[in-house]
């Protein structure tokens, strides 16, 4: 199975049905962090439901429609990165994210993110790869910044989650510019 190198001892691999235990584990160490905004992994609360979860993700990207990648960090799966409504004929796709706690603050996201997005680009032919978040979630907003993504503008109140109907800010890059990011990224790597 392929696995991407992230730095730090972390890789990016595909995150399937058959890491289900590994994957309920992980949200347990994460659920409420995880859930502060989104509902991803709330319906993964044993080990079948968990396989479930994947298996979605498995049908979809059989689809060509997502796809599903963990962050593995010492060996152990902390988050990842996927895509969304992914649709190579028009050329749009949604990404998205997630760690837990333990695992932020090193740029694991960043990092996966753009081996993500360097994929849909180059190898898929995606013109735009939009980002789309809560307004009040500054570190998934922080992030789409350092990814070099331009703010599209606000969804207002497009997102009843916990009981408040949140802001949705969508956040975007295109082709071009995700092709400039990626080179001036590469140049403060050295
Ligand atoms: C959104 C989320 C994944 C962001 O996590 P994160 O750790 O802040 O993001 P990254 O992994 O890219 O790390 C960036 C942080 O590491 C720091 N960092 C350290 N080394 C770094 C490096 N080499 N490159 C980039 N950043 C680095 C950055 O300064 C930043 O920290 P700061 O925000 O305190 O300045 C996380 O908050 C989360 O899982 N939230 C819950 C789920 C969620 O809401 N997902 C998004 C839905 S839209």
Redesign the pocket.
Known sequence: MYAIPLGDDAELRPLEPWHAEEFLAHLERGRE??G???AFGSKAVDVPSAREALQRYADMRAADTASLHGIWLDGKLV?GVLTLNFDAESGNAEV????EPAA????????AMRVLIDWAVEERGIHRIEW??AAG?T??L??AR?LGMTRDGVRREAHPYGGVRHDLEVWSILAPESREARARAAQNDH
Request: positive net charge; hydrophobic residues 40%; contains cysteine.
């Open positions: 962090f995880i502060q905004f989104i988050g998205g994210c997630w760690l932020t603050g090193r740029g694991l996201i960043t990092r789309v978040a979630n570190p998934s922080n992030v350092r």
